[in-house]
């Protein structure tokens, strides 16, 4: 089953993640949920060459392969180890998909949190507009950090590479569902967020008000926010009053490919400070 599940998600994963995206393009320019401020063809155009030069790094550098293999542990002497042999391969996929999940929101959180580690992650927040393109907006140095750091995590518990394929797949789904700027009637939202991260529940997370950008922090699954306490839902007047962006940099220049690079290195630790309020 192991070897069936990982070929399938890993032979299907290009195309799919393909007509995912043209399905959601297509939904935002027949009912997008708000209006842009900066065109969609230079959005679209920087998030897209971020996007490049982050994939262009990850197959050089490969940090979650080097992770693994410094680690030299087997699946036989693991915690997945341990699991598939006492309760099957199915047990391995639902523990380690959650596992996953919930090391990307433990990690997402402490982005939020540690200055050094928020200089890079304010690249993916400091986009203006938000739409499925924003998904892709991450500065190199940001994928770098976390794929060895969620490498490593996964190397020590001999989480099997099919599992994070399958996780892989799933998440690529869920991150350009919920930055697409879709409209979605408030039942369903409603609905669907008592499990995934939705696109309303995660336009908070993107606000450049500090009340709201330190909260639903989850990525695919809705339910660790819930468990600790970071779930926020606003009124539907406060999320139409919801701006964008990172604070100070939210004009549209600031949505040029060039401050894509040079953010991390332009935010001051007092601004941080102030995004701090509300935790």
């Known amino acids: 089953m192991a070897t069936w599940v990982g070929d399938w998600a890993g032979a299907i994963s290009s195309w799919c993640q393909t007509l995912v995206f043209l399905t959601f393009a297509l939904w935002e320019s027949v009912a997008p949920a708000r209006p842009g401020q900066v ?24 940090p979650t392969t080097l992770a693994a293999g410094l680690l030299g542990i087997t699946a036989g002497t693991s915690l997945f180890g341990a699991i598939g042999h006492l309760r099957g391969e199915w047990s391995i996929l639902v523990a380690g998909l959650l596992l996953m999940d919930f090391a990307s929101y433990v990690l997402h959180v402490v982005q939020h949190r540690v200055f050094l580690l928020w200089r890079f992650h304010a690249v993916h927040h400091s986009d203006i507009d938000m739409d499925l393109t924003t998904t892709l ?38 991150d350009l569902f919920n930055h697409a700027n879709i409209r979605i009637p408030v039942r369903v939202d409603a609905a669907l967020r008592t499990v995934l991260v939705t696109p309303r529940m995660h336009r908070v997370h993107h606000s450049s008000c500090p009340e709201h950008f330190g909260t639903n922090f989850g990525n695919l ?16 007047a406060d999320e139409a009053a919801i701006r964008f962006g990172v604070p100070e940099f939210t004009a549209p220049r600031y949505a040029g490919l060039a401050w894509g690079w040079i953010l991390p290195f332009a935010l001051r630790r007092d601004i941080r400070r102030g995004m701090l309020t509300g935790y």
């Open 39 to 62: 065109p969609v063809i230079r959005r679209w155009g920087v998030n897209f060459l971020l996007w490049g030069v982050m994939l262009a790094i990850l197959s050089s550098a490969r």
């Open 221 to 236: 699954f809705s339910v660790w926010d819930r468990l600790f306490a970071t779930h926020r839902v606003l009124s539907a």
């Open 137 to 174: 907006r991450h500065h190199p140095g940001e994928t770098l950090i976390s794929a060895a750091l969620l490498g490593t995590a996964f190397a020590l518990t001999g989480l099997p590479i099919w599992v994070t394929v399958v996780y892989g797949l799933l998440s690529i789904f869920g």
